[in-house]
């Protein structure tokens, strides 16, 4: 059976020990160290199109993720986090750069940051810090060199086409070069690609997420004595939604959501509706077994990558510097996976806006603390920041959780989640307004709805909810400068 003989790859203990103080103007300063180093690392690791609703930290206790459990077990799980927009450039732009999508420019896919756009890295302009990003990156000129970061480890071929014009499309990336060093021959139309899908179908020990694993822990024993800024960007458990652990799960053990066969109505909004007509009705088999099988091998692309991230977090205790590493896990954006008979990103619902957001801070707590109230990842770049002991630039626009998270200011605040046809503000009550521009709008209150069935927009009696959330809208769009007028239909 292959159950057993994964189970025997995970890894083993992380150490949960606290060795640093927070001073009182709220700068992370640490008191002791491995090997002296005075300034912490952070570990960023980061997945594509990952639910919430994947780890038993968010309530899903059939899903094996043994070393992701154990990081929550560690950390701050902030159980209701959001991205800015529900789309892949657009999230890991403000992932990186603490700005939303239509400040920083990359308000949509394979849109390129600008390099005077400036991320984590070269906000905290440091020398002393080793920089380095590995995967998937999204955000323009994909094997190249940028932004601040001095290893560049890249995994991505097919977005060559985007690349700006000074940039040779024939240069191949880190991941390309390994398969082929271990013999793979290039599988696309042209000769020269490995396809993802190629990819996918590949034994387990030359899969993406085994390829990140083994340059991070490569790049973890190299800067070992010295601070870094590490980020691992995983594709999965992005399309294609199959991976060598596809028989890990039985179907029969899949949990589907009490809103997989909610049927959208004339009042949802039309580009949802020809979505699950369309591209969802041609790609899947959308009846409930039909989801069960997709899923089962969407939960397998999810537990590939809980080995690798073991392995990593593994090689950071072995080396003892678990107790000087901020680490991040989180996704760019959720997944639909079946809810409301959808699947993929891009809409407004829970599902796809929500996202997984673990924080380690080993000097701030050594147990899982669980966070209610509504964060954006807009905020994790001044978090980051502040926990490095770095001034935000004032521009960022979003704010450090840490005061939060010590008890010294409430983390309660509107949320906004951006695309070009939509605009939403989850409020700190509770109701959320999806505003359309040239499509219906939606109104929904969590607190008794968390599914998102009940859309209140065009029901009689909620006219005075929608003018204040309306407003709510109007005043971070004046005060983010975001000039796109969306009245609501």
């Given amino acids: 059976m292959i159950r057993p003989l994964i189970l025997l790859l995970l890894p083993t203990a992380l ?112 020398p002393e810090y080793r920089t380095a990003y590995m995967g998937k990156w999204h955000l323009g000129d994909e094997v190249f060199q940028q932004h601040g970061f001095e290893t560049w480890v890249s995994m991505e071929d097919g977005y060559n086409k985007y690349y700006r014009a000074d940039k040779d499309q024939n240069v191949r990336s880190s991941y390309y070069h390994w398969l082929f060093e271990k013999g793979y021959e290039p599988n696309d139309e042209k000769g020269n690609e490995f396809s993802r899908s190629f990819a996918a179908k590949l034994p387990l020990e030359d899969c993406k997420p085994k390829f990140l694993e083994e340059k991070a822990i490569e790049y973890l024993d190299q800067v070992k004595d010295e601070p870094f800024i590490l980020y691992v960007s995983f594709l999965e458990p992005h399309p294609p939604f199959y991976g060598p652990l596809d028989n890990f799960y039985s179907p029969d053990e899949i949990l589907l959501p009490g809103n997989f066969n909610h049927k959208l109505t004339e009042d949802d909004p039309l580009s949802y509706r020809e979505k699950v007509a369309g591209e969802v009705a041609e790609k899947y088999d959308t009846t409930e077994q039909g989801w069960r099988e997709l899923k089962a091998k969407y939960w397998g692309l999810i537990t590939e990558i809980d080995m690798s991230v073991g392995a990593i977090l593994d090689k950071l205790e072995s080396l003892g510097l678990s107790d000087n590493t901020i680490v991040v896990f989180t996704a760019d954006h959720g997944e639909m996976m079946s809810s409301h008979g959808l699947a993929h990103k891009g809409v407004h619902y829970e599902e796809s806006a929500r996202i997984p957001f673990l924080l380690k801070v080993p000097w701030l707590n050594s147990s899982q603390k669980n966070i209610e109230e509504r964060v954006s990842q807009i905020d994790m770049v001044p978090t980051l920041l502040d926990l490095i002991g770095k001034q935000a630039p004032e521009y960022l626009q979003g704010e450090s959780l840490i005061p939060a998270l010590k008890g010294e200011k409430s983390a309660v605040r509107d949320i906004f989640v951006e695309s070009g046809n939509f605009l939403t503000v989850v409020a700190t009550d509770g109701w959320k307004l999806i505003l359309g521009r040239k499509d219906k709008s939606q109104l929904f209150n969590l607190n008794n709805d968390p599914l998102e069935i009940n859309n209140l927009y065009y029901s009689d009696g909620y006219e005075e909810k929608i003018s204040e959330l309306k407003n709510k809208i109007l005043k971070w769009q004046e005060l983010t400068n975001h000039n796109v007028s969306f009245t609501g239909e």
Avoid: W
């Avoid at 992370?28 to 300034?39: A, W």
């Avoid at 690392?41 to 930290?57: C, P, R, S, V």
């Avoid at 043994?66 to 990081?71: E, I, N, S």
């Fill in 15 to 126: 150490c949960s020990g606290s060795c640093a103080k927070v001073n009182p103007d709220g700068n992370s300063k640490p008191n002791t160290h491995f090997n002296g180093n005075s300034k912490p690392n952070i570990l960023f690791i980061m997945t594509d199109q990952q639910q919430f609703f994947t780890m038993k930290a968010y309530g899903n206790n059939v899903i094996q993720t043994p070393a992701l459990d154990k990081l929550a077990g560690q950390s701050y799980v902030f159980q209701k986090a959001y991205c800015t927009q529900a789309v892949c450039t657009p999230s890991r732009s403000s992932l990186l750069t603490g700005l939303y999508p239509h400040t920083n420019g990359c308000i949509s896919n394979n849109v390129p940051l600008e390099e005077e756009i400036k991320t984590l890295p070269e906000i905290v302009d440091d």
